[in-house]
């Protein structure tokens, strides 16, 4: 096992006590990154539906596609007997689900009783749960009051266990193997897709000592003007001499992740970028000075927009986000943001993905950090150069 079967117990006994709290009886865990958590269960599966039935009381249940339950004894520390493999025949067909089946077979083991005692928890924010599904549970087991759990698992990763600091601190070697890749690469007259393989490589290759994992995000490579939005990936074109290119990539270690966003310039730098770039780093430099256990999670982002303030500039989207395990398509936990609404407050060993990202007319510019939140302050998990990077000029 990935971790020992006391910290697999701690995070069952942590839901569970989420779940009295939340008023549930039982929990329906589908995103792959919470079955992960909870089982240690890890395969290109998602694809298909799969659940881990979590009562309030007894052994999890983990259903999922025959042919991938008959080997998920491999990763997961679940005995045998709790996991259970659907048929083929449900696997994409227009009027059966595979949840059909499911709800079939915990009703054939005493399971839905017991949890029509009160709220059924389910992952209605889910990439992997469709309302599809959800149908297919509300008709078979119509005894039961399924309600949204609000990513009741999520919340409980947000506080890393030292061995979960260890595997992000492997994942953010990857990270710098990847980056330093990116940066080697990139050049006037490389096709883009070329640079983007290049990470890659250095993505899975790792280093000689921590072999990488596929990352929940493809490498992101805004480019010239592009660079005004972000999210976007590569073509063949080739870069030219006086484009900016943002680089937004992370590293993966046994489904952690480490991401990191730095802005290279193919010649001299623009002044609007140089003066954008100063005010980024300077904001990123306070919020950083500012992480410490106990200070609200709104401060960060208030330190944020008072600094660029002073810049003449804001930023209308978030700071940052939490970060752990990832699988497609993100790599963030969706539960704490770094914003001026939020109201949770920073806790020794929360991680996050810290974003100074700034989307002008026609140019943009990336710098960010993945970080711990200490007991004193701040770990930065990467130690890449916090600048804008130019090559050539």
Same mark, same amino acid.
């Given at each position: 096992?990935?971790f020992?079967?006391?910290?697999?117990?701690?995070?069952?006994?942590?839901?569970?006590?989420?779940?009295?709290?939340?008023?549930?009886?039982? =929990? =329906?865990?589908?995103?792959?990154?919470?079955?992960?958590?909870?089982?240690?269960? @890890?395969?290109?599966?998602?694809?298909?539906?799969?659940?881990?039935?979590?009562?309030?009381? &007894?052994?999890?249940?983990?259903?999922?596609?025959?042919?991938d339950?008959?080997?998920?004894?491999?990763?997961?520390?679940?005995?045998?007997e709790?996991?259970?493999?659907?048929?083929?025949?449900?696997?994409?067909?227009?009027h059966l689900?595979?949840f059909?089946?499911?709800?079939?077979?915990?009703?054939e083991?005493?399971?839905?009783?017991?949890a029509?005692k009160?709220?059924?928890?389910?992952?209605m924010?889910?990439?992997?749960?469709?309302?599809?599904?959800?149908?297919?549970?509300? @008709?078979? #087991?119509?005894?039961?009051?399924?309600?949204?759990?609000f990513e009741?698992?999520?919340?409980?990763r947000?506080v890393?266990?030292?061995?979960?600091?260890?595997?992000?601190?492997?994942?953010?070697?990857?990270?710098?193997?990847a980056?330093?890749?990116?940066?080697?690469? #990139?050049?006037? *007259?490389?096709?883009?897709?070329?640079?983007?393989?290049? #990470?890659?490589?250095?993505?899975i290759? !790792?280093t000689d000592? #921590?072999?990488?994992?596929?990352?929940?995000?493809?490498?992101?490579?805004p480019? !010239?003007e592009?660079?005004?939005?972000?999210? =976007? +990936?590569? @073509?063949?074109?080739?870069?030219?001499? &006086?484009?900016s290119?943002?680089v937004?990539?992370?590293?993966?270690?046994?489904?952690?992740h480490?991401?990191?966003?730095?802005?290279?310039t193919? &010649?001299?730098?623009?002044?609007?970028?140089?003066?954008?770039?100063?005010?980024?780093?300077?904001?990123l430099?306070?919020?950083?000075?500012?992480?410490?256990?106990g200070?609200?999670?709104?401060?960060?982002?208030?330190?944020?927009?008072?600094?660029?303030?002073?810049? *003449?500039?804001?930023?209308?989207?978030?700071v !940052?986000?939490?970060?752990?395990? !990832?699988?497609?398509?993100?790599?963030?936990?969706? +539960?704490?943001?770094?914003?001026?609404?939020?109201?949770s407050? =920073?806790?020794?060993?929360m991680?996050?993905h810290?974003?100074g *990202?700034?989307?002008?007319?026609?140019?943009?510019?990336?710098?960010?950090?993945?970080?711990?939140?200490?007991?004193d302050?701040?770990?930065?998990?990467?130690?890449?150069?916090?600048?804008?990077?130019?090559?050539?000029?």
């Amino acid at each position: 096992m990935l971790f020992s079967q006391e910290e697999y117990d701690a995070r069952l006994a942590g839901v569970r006590e989420r779940l009295a709290k939340q008023g549930l009886s039982a =929990l =329906l865990v589908t995103d792959p990154a919470n079955i992960y958590y909870l089982t240690g269960y @890890n395969a290109w599966s998602f694809y298909t539906p799969q659940v881990v039935f979590v009562p309030a009381d &007894g052994p999890m249940l983990l259903f999922a596609r025959a042919m991938d339950a008959d080997g998920a004894f491999r990763t997961t520390w679940l005995p045998k007997e709790c996991i259970v493999g659907y048929p083929e025949r449900y696997v994409h067909r227009p009027h059966l689900h595979p949840f059909d089946w499911v709800a079939f077979a915990l009703r054939e083991r005493y399971l839905v009783a017991a949890a029509a005692k009160g709220c059924v928890g389910l992952e209605m924010d889910s990439h992997f749960f469709s309302p599809k599904a959800y149908r297919s549970l509300v @008709n078979a #087991i119509p005894e039961w009051t399924l309600v949204d759990s609000f990513e009741l698992v999520n919340w409980v990763r947000a506080v890393k266990s030292p061995a979960e600091i260890q595997l992000m601190r492997s994942a953010a070697q990857v990270c710098q193997a990847a980056m330093e890749a990116a940066v080697d690469t #990139i050049d006037v *007259g490389v096709r883009q897709c070329d640079a983007a393989a290049a #990470i890659s490589q250095a993505q899975i290759r !790792g280093t000689d000592e #921590i072999g990488g994992d596929y990352p929940a995000i493809v490498p992101l490579l805004p480019t !010239g003007e592009a660079s005004d939005t972000p999210h =976007l +990936t590569w @073509n063949e074109d080739r870069f030219e001499a &006086g484009q900016s290119v943002v680089v937004e990539l992370a590293g993966a270690y046994r489904r952690y992740h480490t991401p990191l966003a730095r802005t290279l310039t193919l &010649g001299r730098r623009p002044a609007r970028l140089a003066k954008l770039a100063d005010a980024v780093a300077e904001g990123l430099d306070a919020v950083l000075d500012h992480v410490q256990p106990g200070v609200p999670v709104r401060e960060l982002a208030r330190t944020w927009n008072w600094t660029l303030a002073r810049y *003449g500039l804001e930023k209308p989207s978030r700071v !940052g986000y939490s970060i752990g395990i !990832g699988y497609p398509p993100d790599w963030g936990e969706r +539960t704490i943001s770094i914003r001026s609404e939020d109201e949770s407050v =920073l806790a020794e060993n929360m991680t996050f993905h810290v974003i100074g *990202g700034m989307w002008m007319d026609n140019y943009g510019y990336e710098l960010s950090e993945s970080i711990r939140v200490t007991a004193d302050g701040v770990e930065t998990f990467t130690s890449f150069p916090r600048e804008l990077i130019q090559k050539g000029g």
